[in-house]
C-alpha cells in the first residue's frame, strides 16, 4: 500500500521562534502577516511554478493549444507590470494579466473565463499553512490581540481570504496592494494599515522580505520581526513546462522539512553539505532514477545478457540501479568495471601502430590535451616519463616539461617528438594492450550481447573497447548506454557500434542542448566514486586487478559533498520505486521528461546556494585527471578586472556568468559583462538570459 508524505505531516515546528514571538506580544496590541512564504507557503520550489500547474490542467481540458501557456502567463504578467510602471502604477491586478495574455496570444480570448478559477485551484491545491505561523496566529486570538493580514499581490482581498480560509486561518481580515493601489515594498501600504488598525508602534508585522516586510514596515514605525523558514526559491531561468514540476515538488518537500537550526533559520540559504544533499533527494533521484530506469528498458529491448556499469561515472547509475530494484525485476546481470579513456584509450592506440611508426589515431591520443596542460602531465598519463631519450628531446624542443600546451599551441611539435621516439612507446602501448585484453576478458565483455553505461558524450572509451577485443578476433557485441551524447560522437560510431543516451543523442544539435551542457561537469561529478582514475592493470594471484590512482580531488570532496548528495538521491529512489509519494511524486514521475527540466532548471537557473556548493567541486577534464578547478573558478578567482570573460572556458557557463555579475559592484562594468554574456549566449532562451543584468 502507497505511502504519501504531506509536508505539514513531516514538519518540525521551530520552537525558538515562537517563544521569540510570544514574547513580542506584550508590547504590542496587534500582530499582522505577510500571506506568500508566510502565513502560507506553496509546496513547490517557486512561486511561478504554479503557471505550470496551470499549463497542465489546461492542456488535460483543451489539449495541445496550451503547450508553452506557464511561460505566456509568466510574460504576460511582465508586461502587465511594465505598462503599469508607465501609468506610476504600483500593483496590478489579475485582469490585467489576463488582458495581456490574450493580447499575445489571441487564441486565448474564448477561454478567459477559466484562467482565474483554474490558477486559484493550482493555488489551493499548492498553499497550506505554516505551521509556526498557524501556532502565532492562534496564539494571538487566545490572548485576544488582534490578527490581520497584508500582501503585496495580484490576486483580489476575496481570493486570498479564500487560501487562508481554506488553509486554517478562520475569518482572516487583510489588505492586499491590488485594492489599495499601495504596496509594502515602497512602504506606501503602511499608513493604510496604520489607519486601519492602530498605532504603528502597537503593531508587530511578520514577514520573510527584508525589504517590504522589515525595512519599510521599520521605517513606518512598526515593530518586526522576520520569519525566513518558509522563503521559496525564485528561479528566473530555464524553461517553465509541466515537467518541471517532479523537481520542483521534491526540492521543496526536501527544503521544508529540515529541522530548523540557529535564529532566522533560512532554507534558500544552507552549508554546502545540507545543499548538495537537497539536489541528491530532488535532482539526483529524478536524473540517475530516470536514467537507469531508461537503461533496464533499452537492455531489455536490446536483449542485454550483462550491463557494465564504468568506473568512475557509473558509481551513482549503479546504486541507483540497485535503490530502484531494477537488478531483481529485470534479470539482467550487472557488475562495476574499472576502466578509463586513460587505461583503455592508450592501449587501443596501439593496435594502428608498427614497432617503428605511430599512426595519428594513436599520435592524437598521446597528445590529446583539454584546453591547456602541462607536458610533464600530458607525457605521465601515458607511462613515457621514464623515456629519457623522449623526455630530453621534448624538453629542448620546449624548454621545459612545466610548458603548457594547447591544441592550438604545441601539439604539432610534441607529436614530431612522439613520432621520432616510436620505437620506444611502442612497448609501453602494447604493454597497455596486454593489460587491456586481460581484463576486459576475465570480466567476460568478450561474451554475448553486453550493455556499457557510462555519462558517454563521445563514446572513445567504447570504440576502445571494441578495437582491443577485435584485434585479438573476438566480436564483441557492445551496446552503449549514455547519459548523453555529442553531435562530434558521430564520427566514432563506425568503430563504437552500438550507441544511444537518454538525455541527449548526437543527431540533435549542440546548440540547443545548452541546458544539459552546463551539467556536464555537475553530473560526472555527483555519478562519480570516491576512488582515482583507472591507471592501468595488475596480475595479483589468479586474477587482473585495477591499478588506480589516489583520488585526485581533496580527500573530504566526496565525503562532505558527494556523498550526502548519492545517499539521499539513493534513499528517495528507494522509496519511490517502492511505491510511496512524496509531495504528489511518485515512481511514475521518475521519467526523461522530468530528469530533462531538472537539468535545465538547475543548470540554466541555479540558486547562490547551489553555485557555492556545486561550484566548489573541484573537477577535472583533462584525460589524465592531472588538472583539478573547481566548477565554478569565479568563485575563488575575480575575472570580473579583465576585459573580457570567455565563458567558453567555464565548466558550469551559467554558474560563471552569475557569480561574476554578483561579484562586480560597478554598475557600468556590470552592464558591460551582462551584455558581452548575452552576446556569447545568444544561442540561449529568452528566460535564461533575462537572468543576466
Same mark, same amino acid.
Given at each position: 500500500?502507497?505511502?504519501?508524505?504531506?509536508?505539514?505531516?513531516?514538519?518540525?515546528?521551530?520552537?525558538?521562534?515562537?517563544?521569540?514571538?510570544?514574547?513580542?506580544?506584550?508590547?504590542?496590541?496587534?500582530?499582522?502577516?505577510?500571506?506568500?512564504?508566510?502565513?502560507?507557503?506553496?509546496?513547490?520550489?517557486?512561486?511561478?511554478?504554479?503557471?505550470?500547474?496551470?499549463?497542465?490542467?489546461?492542456?488535460?481540458?483543451?489539449?495541445?493549444?496550451?503547450?508553452?501557456?506557464?511561460?505566456?502567463?509568466?510574460?504576460?504578467?511582465?508586461?502587465?507590470?511594465?505598462?503599469?510602471?508607465?501609468?506610476?502604477?504600483?500593483?496590478?491586478?489579475?485582469?490585467?494579466?489576463?488582458?495581456?495574455?490574450?493580447?499575445?496570444?489571441?487564441?486565448?480570448?474564448?477561454?478567459?473565463?477559466?484562467?482565474?478559477?483554474?490558477?486559484?485551484?493550482?493555488?489551493?491545491?499548492?498553499?497550506?499553512?505554516?505551521?509556526?505561523?498557524?501556532?502565532?496566529?492562534?496564539?494571538?486570538?487566545?490572548?485576544?490581540?488582534?490578527?490581520?493580514?497584508?500582501?503585496?499581490?495580484?490576486?483580489?482581498?476575496?481570493?486570498?481570504?479564500?487560501?487562508?480560509?481554506?488553509?486554517?486561518?478562520?475569518?482572516?481580515?487583510?489588505?492586499?496592494?491590488?485594492?489599495?493601489?499601495?504596496?509594502?515594498?515602497?512602504?506606501?501600504?503602511?499608513?493604510?494599515?496604520?489607519?486601519?488598525?492602530?498605532?504603528?508602534?502597537?503593531?508587530?508585522?511578520?514577514?520573510?522580505?527584508?525589504?517590504?516586510?522589515?525595512?519599510?514596515?521599520?521605517?513606518?514605525?512598526?515593530?518586526?520581526?522576520?520569519?525566513?523558514?518558509?522563503?521559496?526559491?525564485?528561479?528566473?531561468?530555464?524553461?517553465?513546462?509541466?515537467?518541471?514540476?517532479?523537481?520542483?515538488? &521534491?526540492? %521543496?518537500?526536501?527544503? $521544508? #522539512? @529540515?529541522? /530548523?537550526?540557529? !535564529? *532566522?533559520?533560512?532554507?534558500?540559504?544552507?552549508?554546502?553539505?545540507?545543499?548538495?544533499?537537497?539536489?541528491?533527494?530532488?535532482?539526483?533521484?529524478?536524473?540517475?532514477?530516470?536514467?537507469?530506469?531508461?537503461?533496464?528498458?533499452?537492455?531489455?529491448?536490446?536483449?542485454?545478457?550483462?550491463?557494465?556499469?564504468?568506473?568512475?561515472?557509473?558509481?551513482?547509475?549503479?546504486?541507483?540501479?540497485?535503490?530502484?530494484?531494477?537488478?531483481?525485476?529485470?534479470?539482467?546481470?550487472?557488475?562495476?568495471?574499472?576502466?578509463?579513456?586513460?587505461?583503455?584509450?592508450?592501449?587501443?592506440?596501439?593496435?594502428?601502430?608498427?614497432?617503428?611508426?605511430?599512426?595519428?589515431?594513436?599520435?592524437?591520443?598521446?597528445?590529446?590535451?583539454?584546453?591547456?596542460?602541462?607536458?610533464?602531465?600530458? &607525457?605521465? %598519463?601515458?607511462?613515457? $616519463? #621514464? @623515456?629519457? /631519450?623522449?623526455? !630530453? *628531446?621534448?624538453?629542448?624542443?620546449?624548454?621545459?616539461?612545466?610548458?603548457?600546451?594547447?591544441?592550438?599551441?604545441?601539439?604539432?611539435?610534441?607529436?614530431?617528438?612522439?613520432?621520432?621516439?616510436?620505437?620506444?612507446?611502442?612497448?609501453?602501448?602494447?604493454?597497455?594492450?596486454?593489460?587491456?585484453?586481460?581484463?576486459?576478458?576475465?570480466?567476460?565483455?568478450?561474451?554475448?550481447?553486453?550493455?556499457?553505461?557510462?555519462?558517454?558524450?563521445?563514446?572513445?572509451?567504447?570504440?576502445?573497447?571494441?578495437?582491443?577485443?577485435?584485434?585479438?578476433?573476438?566480436?564483441?557485441?557492445?551496446?552503449?548506454?549514455?547519459?548523453?551524447?555529442?553531435?562530434?560522437?558521430?564520427?566514432?560510431?563506425?568503430?563504437?557500434?552500438?550507441?544511444?543516451?537518454?538525455?541527449?543523442?548526437?543527431?540533435?544539435?549542440?546548440?540547443?542542448?545548452?541546458? @544539459?551542457?552546463?551539467?556536464?561537469?555537475?553530473?560526472?561529478?555527483?555519478?562519480?566514486?570516491?576512488?582515482?582514475?583507472?591507471?592501468?592493470?595488475?596480475?595479483?594471484?589468479?586474477?587482473?586487478?585495477?591499478?588506480?590512482?589516489?583520488?585526485?580531488?581533496?580527500?573530504?570532496?566526496?565525503?562532505?559533498?558527494?556523498?550526502?548528495?548519492?545517499?539521499?538521491?539513493?534513499?528517495?529512489?528507494?522509496?519511490?520505486?517502492?511505491?510511496?509519494?512524496?509531495?504528489?511524486?511518485?515512481?511514475?514521475?521518475?521519467?526523461?521528461?522530468?530528469?530533462?527540466?531538472?537539468?535545465?532548471?538547475?543548470?540554466?537557473?541555479?540558486?547562490?546556494?547551489?553555485?557555492?556548493?556545486?561550484?566548489?567541486?573541484?573537477?577535472?577534464?583533462?584525460?589524465?585527471?592531472?588538472?583539478?578547478?573547481?566548477?565554478?573558478?569565479?568563485?575563488?578567482?575575480?575575472?570580473?578586472?579583465?576585459?573580457?570573460?570567455?565563458?567558453?572556458?567555464?565548466?558550469?557557463?551559467?554558474?560563471?556568468?552569475?557569480?561574476?555579475?554578483?561579484?562586480?559592484?560597478?554598475?557600468?562594468?556590470?552592464?558591460?559583462?551582462?551584455?558581452?554574456?548575452?552576446?556569447?549566449?545568444?544561442?540561449?532562451?529568452?528566460?535564461?538570459?533575462?537572468?543576466?543584468?
Amino acid at each position: 500500500m502507497r505511502r504519501k508524505f504531506k509536508i505539514e505531516n513531516v514538519w518540525i515546528i521551530d520552537r525558538s521562534w515562537l517563544s521569540r514571538f510570544a514574547d513580542l506580544l506584550s508590547t504590542v496590541s496587534a500582530v499582522s502577516f505577510d500571506v506568500f512564504d508566510t502565513a502560507l507557503t506553496r509546496s513547490v520550489d517557486t512561486p511561478i511554478d504554479v503557471f505550470a500547474i496551470v499549463e497542465e490542467k489546461l492542456i488535460q481540458r483543451h489539449g495541445a493549444l496550451f503547450s508553452g501557456y506557464a511561460e505566456a502567463r509568466e510574460i504576460a504578467e511582465r508586461t502587465a507590470r511594465e505598462k503599469a510602471a508607465r501609468h506610476q502604477k504600483r500593483e496590478i491586478g489579475f485582469q490585467e494579466i489576463v488582458e495581456a495574455l490574450e493580447t499575445q496570444n489571441p487564441a486565448f480570448s474564448q477561454y478567459r473565463s477559466e484562467f482565474f478559477d483554474t490558477e486559484m485551484e493550482a493555488e489551493r491545491e499548492c498553499c497550506f499553512a505554516v505551521p509556526e505561523i498557524k501556532a502565532a496566529f492562534d496564539l494571538c486570538r487566545d490572548k485576544g490581540i488582534l490578527v490581520f493580514f497584508v500582501s503585496d499581490m495580484y490576486l483580489p482581498e476575496t481570493a486570498i481570504r479564500n487560501l487562508l480560509e481554506n488553509a486554517g486561518y478562520e475569518a482572516p481580515e487583510l489588505i492586499v496592494s491590488c485594492e489599495t493601489g499601495c504596496a509594502k515594498w515602497d512602504g506606501s501600504q503602511w499608513p493604510i494599515v496604520t489607519q486601519k488598525w492602530g498605532n504603528a508602534e502597537q503593531i508587530l508585522h511578520i514577514g520573510d522580505n527584508e525589504g517590504s516586510d522589515v525595512r519599510t514596515a521599520q521605517q513606518a514605525g512598526l515593530k518586526t520581526l522576520i520569519f525566513k523558514r518558509a522563503r521559496s526559491n525564485h528561479r528566473p531561468g530555464g524553461p517553465l513546462t509541466p515537467a518541471v514540476l517532479p523537481f520542483s515538488r &521534491l526540492l %521543496r518537500e526536501k527544503m $521544508l #522539512t @529540515l529541522p /530548523p537550526e540557529g !535564529d *532566522d533559520f533560512d532554507p534558500t540559504q544552507l552549508p554546502a553539505a545540507q545543499t548538495m544533499a537537497l539536489l541528491g533527494a530532488s535532482w539526483g533521484a529524478l536524473v540517475a532514477g530516470s536514467y537507469v530506469r531508461w537503461i533496464a528498458e533499452r537492455a531489455q529491448a536490446l536483449g542485454l545478457s550483462r550491463i557494465y556499469f564504468c568506473a568512475r561515472d557509473g558509481w551513482l547509475p549503479q546504486l541507483a540501479w540497485h535503490a530502484a530494484g531494477l537488478d531483481k525485476s529485470t534479470g539482467i546481470k550487472t557488475s562495476y568495471l574499472y576502466v578509463s579513456r586513460r587505461s583503455l584509450n592508450f592501449a587501443a592506440a596501439a593496435i594502428s601502430c608498427t614497432p617503428t611508426h605511430l599512426s595519428e589515431r594513436a599520435l592524437e591520443t598521446l597528445c590529446n590535451v583539454f584546453r591547456s596542460e602541462r607536458l610533464h602531465d600530458v &607525457l605521465a %598519463r601515458a607511462d613515457l $616519463l #621514464t @623515456l629519457q /631519450p623522449l623526455v !630530453d *628531446d621534448v624538453t629542448a624542443q620546449f624548454g621545459s616539461l612545466d610548458r603548457s600546451i594547447s591544441w592550438h599551441d604545441g601539439v604539432h611539435e610534441l607529436k614530431d617528438c612522439m613520432q621520432r621516439h616510436a620505437q620506444s612507446i611502442y612497448p609501453v602501448l602494447q604493454s597497455k594492450l596486454l593489460g587491456v585484453l586481460s581484463y576486459l576478458c576475465q570480466e567476460g565483455m568478450h561474451e554475448g550481447k553486453v550493455g556499457i553505461v557510462d555519462v558517454g558524450w563521445h563514446g572513445t572509451m567504447q570504440a576502445s573497447v571494441r578495437a582491443a577485443l577485435s584485434n585479438v578476433g573476438y566480436e564483441p557485441m557492445i551496446y552503449g548506454l549514455y547519459a548523453g551524447l555529442w553531435p562530434a560522437a558521430q564520427r566514432n560510431r563506425v568503430r563504437t557500434g552500438w550507441m544511444e543516451a537518454s538525455f541527449w543523442n548526437d543527431y540533435q544539435s549542440f546548440l540547443s542542448g545548452y541546458g @544539459l551542457y552546463n551539467n556536464v561537469a555537475i553530473i560526472e561529478n555527483t555519478f562519480s566514486s570516491a576512488e582515482g582514475t583507472t591507471l592501468g592493470y595488475k596480475q595479483q594471484g589468479d586474477q587482473m586487478v585495477p591499478i588506480l590512482a589516489a583520488a585526485a580531488a581533496p580527500e573530504n570532496q566526496h565525503e562532505t559533498l558527494i556523498a550526502p548528495f548519492q545517499n539521499a538521491a539513493t534513499n528517495v529512489i528507494k522509496s519511490l520505486f517502492s511505491g510511496e509519494i512524496h509531495n504528489g511524486v511518485s515512481s511514475h514521475d521518475i521519467a526523461i521528461d522530468a530528469a530533462m527540466m531538472a537539468i535545465n532548471r538547475l543548470g540554466l537557473s541555479p540558486t547562490t546556494s547551489e553555485i557555492a556548493a556545486i561550484g566548489s567541486i573541484r573537477h577535472s577534464g583533462d584525460p589524465s585527471h592531472a588538472t583539478l578547478t573547481p566548477i565554478v573558478r569565479e568563485l575563488t578567482e575575480n575575472p570580473t578586472t579583465e576585459k573580457n570573460i570567455d565563458l567558453g572556458h567555464s565548466d558550469w557557463i551559467m554558474g560563471s556568468a552569475l557569480t561574476a555579475l554578483s561579484q562586480t559592484d560597478d554598475a557600468h562594468r556590470r552592464h558591460e559583462l551582462a551584455e558581452s554574456f548575452r552576446s556569447q549566449l545568444s544561442h540561449y532562451d529568452s528566460r535564461t538570459l533575462g537572468q543576466l543584468k
